[in-house]
């Protein structure tokens, strides 16, 4: 099994910043892909950004530019910085990790953009 928790979400104004990072633990080995989901009220949950353990990213269009994941594979982290922050942008965002075919997730952070 792995454990994930999210941290640093919070609420910012338009055109801010937030860091979210995610720690996993417990059977981490060979975690090929880490990343972030984000669920707003009403909508479905949405890719926002991943990364494999060689490097390879993948962003939604909505924040190419704006955000960038990042991992550590000897820490068992990945980190989303967010940038230019916009409303839409409101969501509980959700780490994952991905192994065999399983997704693992974390419990959610809340991210609020005022406008």
């Known amino acids: 099994q792995v454990q994930l928790v999210e941290s640093g979400g919070g609420l910012v104004q338009t055109g801010g910043s937030l860091r979210l990072t995610c720690a996993a633990s417990?059977?981490?080995?060979?975690?090929?892909?880490m990343g972030w989901y984000r669920q707003a009220p009403g909508k479905q949950r949405e890719l926002v950004a991943s990364i494999t353990v060689g490097g390879s990213t993948n962003y939604a269009d909505s924040v190419k530019g704006r955000f960038t994941v990042s991992r550590d594979n000897a820490k068992n982290s990945v980190d989303l910085l967010m940038n230019s922050l916009k409303p839409e942008d409101t969501a509980v965002y959700y780490c994952?990790?991905?192994?065999?075919?399983?997704?693992?997730w974390g419990l959610g952070t809340q991210v609020t953009v005022s406008s």
């Open positions: 417990g059977s981490t080995y060979t975690l090929l892909k």
């Open positions: 994952y990790a991905w192994r065999n075919g399983v997704n693992y």
